[in-house]
């Protein structure tokens, strides 16, 4: 990243953020993430490639269900959705990722320029910032982590989009996404998203399922075709997440996305943006879901968040607790770390948090929480008693009938004749989850 911005214009009050270390109590400082310090051979910067998002942290008004008023202060707004004040914006984000040295951005094209009457106007505002948004993107060295459609805000797509009953819904949809791929290639994005925002479903009394999956199988192989055509470099990725808007989205979970993109033959083309809130929501783990897609060679990008316990919903907060992102980044390491993905806060402050300030103190501790999470991580890994015990409990498939099962030498009659001779098997050791549990806290 070029020289950080000392710009005054949006955030007068707020310096370039420093790292001052675990003793500071400069809220406005961060206490772990240190971008040049090394961890396992690559810098904090490059492992973690944190992303600030347009959608929460510079569209975002503190709107909840109760209400879709502005609860946010945001002082350089002027109440309107207009292309200047569009092209105002860009200069937030970029002043934004510069104070708080957060090398990438992600954006859905509707949040960085407003729709037109029409599509030819609307693809016109968009080209307008994107050309802004480029500039800014050269003379901050800030880059884009992935672009995306919005294709659920609009009343269009109130059926959803590629899945939708009505194939114009579908033709407007395809559409959209070619001109979100051009515009994330013109930017040089290292990834596309594709988040089903509608693509579910409210009852299956007026769906036919089959038909609605075939249509957005076709939808994604139409979108590898283009990304071809144009010779776009960077990575497609499907993010899951089981439920809302719709009580149902066809992409549930990392299992379901990666069954659905087997059965549609675009295995070798997405890989999977796992979000915590969404994993958590499908009732697993963020790890869970991570191991699944890691298992599977998918495991591509996060966006980073946490759900609170007691709210079922997608809360989007600000992830602050370090088991969880040492569970994250135990896994993000054990699969090589990131490579196109990174750590993008899909998150937001809580409606009573409403002051610009605000957006600082819940990144720095997004970030700090990651650092201590990578750094607990490369501990826990160096360390390597964690990763002994699970060698050591699978050993019996390291020699012997172990061995020649998982090199698919022997079948049923062999395994018969070695389990008579046995007579009995000798019980395993035991798993020993507490004494893990203890292990890990000594880390933390
Ligand atoms: C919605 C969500 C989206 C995607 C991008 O829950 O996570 O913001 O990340 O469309
Ligand atoms: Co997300």
């Not at 690559?42 to 347009?54: G, N, P």
């Not at 106007?121 to 995306?148: H, P």
């Not at 819904?169 to 559409?175: G, I, K, N, Q, R």
């Not at 075709?225 to 990392?254: N, V």
């Amino acid at each position: 990243m070029k020289k950080a911005s000392q710009s005054l214009e949006f955030f007068p009050d707020v310096p370039v953020i420093p790292y001052e270390g675990p003793d500071s109590r400069n809220p406005l400082a961060f206490k772990w993430y240190n971008p040049d310090e090394i961890v396992e051979g690559k810098t904090m910067k490059e492992h973690l490639r944190f992303s600030v998002v347009y959608w929460h942290t510079i569209r975002g008004i503190g709107a909840d269900m109760f209400s879709m008023t502005r609860a946010w202060q945001r002082p350089w707004e002027d109440g309107t959705d207009s292309l200047d004040m569009a092209l105002k914006r860009a200069g937030v984000l970029f002043e934004f990722c510069q104070k708080l040295g957060a090398p990438f951005y992600a954006f859905h094209d509707r949040d960085v320029a407003p729709e037109g009457r029409t599509l030819t106007e609307t693809n016109r505002n968009l080209d307008r910032v994107v050309k802004k948004l480029k500039k800014y993107q050269e003379d901050t060295g800030v880059g884009l982590l992935w672009g995306t459609a919005c294709l659920f805000v609009h009343p269009r797509y109130m059926h959803g989009a590629a899945t939708s009953c009505n194939a114009d819904v579908f033709a407007h949809a395809a559409a959209q996404v070619k001109k979100a791929i051009e515009v994330t290639h013109e930017l040089d994005g290292a990834g596309y998203v594709f988040w089903g925002g509608r693509e579910g479903y409210s009852t299956l009394l007026n769906t036919d399922m089959k038909r609605e999956l075939d249509h957005l199988g076709a939808f994604l192989h139409m979108a590898v075709d283009w990304k071809k055509e144009l010779g776009f470099k960077g990575q497609f990725y499907i993010e899951p997440k089981p439920k809302e808007p719709t009580k149902h989205q066809y992409d549930s979970d990392a299992a379901a996305c990666l069954n659905f993109l087997r059965q549609y033959d675009l295995l070798d083309h997405l890989k999977l943006n796992l979000e915590t809130n969404h994993a958590t929501l499908a009732g697993h783990t963020m790890q869970h879901d991570l191991e699944v897609a890691g298992a599977a060679g998918a495991l591509g990008s996060i966006d980073a968040n946490t759900g609170d316990l007691l709210l079922g919903w997608d809360t989007d907060q600000f992830p602050t607790d370090i088991y969880l992102t040492t569970q994250i980044m135990l896994t993000v390491l054990k699969y090589g770390g990131f490579t196109t993905g990174g750590t993008n806060f899909d998150a937001k402050c809580r409606r009573e948090s409403f002051e610009p300030v605000d957006l600082f103190h819940a990144h720095i501790g997004g970030m700090d929480a990651f650092a201590r999470g990578l750094k607990i991580a490369a501990k826990i890994r160096a360390d390597g008693r964690l990763a002994d015990f699970v060698k050591n409990r699978y050993a019996s498939w390291d020699t012997g009938i172990g061995k020649d099962i998982e090199k698919g030498k022997v079948g049923l009659a062999e395994l018969e004749k070695h389990a008579l001779k046995l007579g009995e098997v000798k019980t395993n050791q035991s798993g020993r989850q507490e004494f893990l549990e203890n292990l890990i806290n000594e880390f933390i």
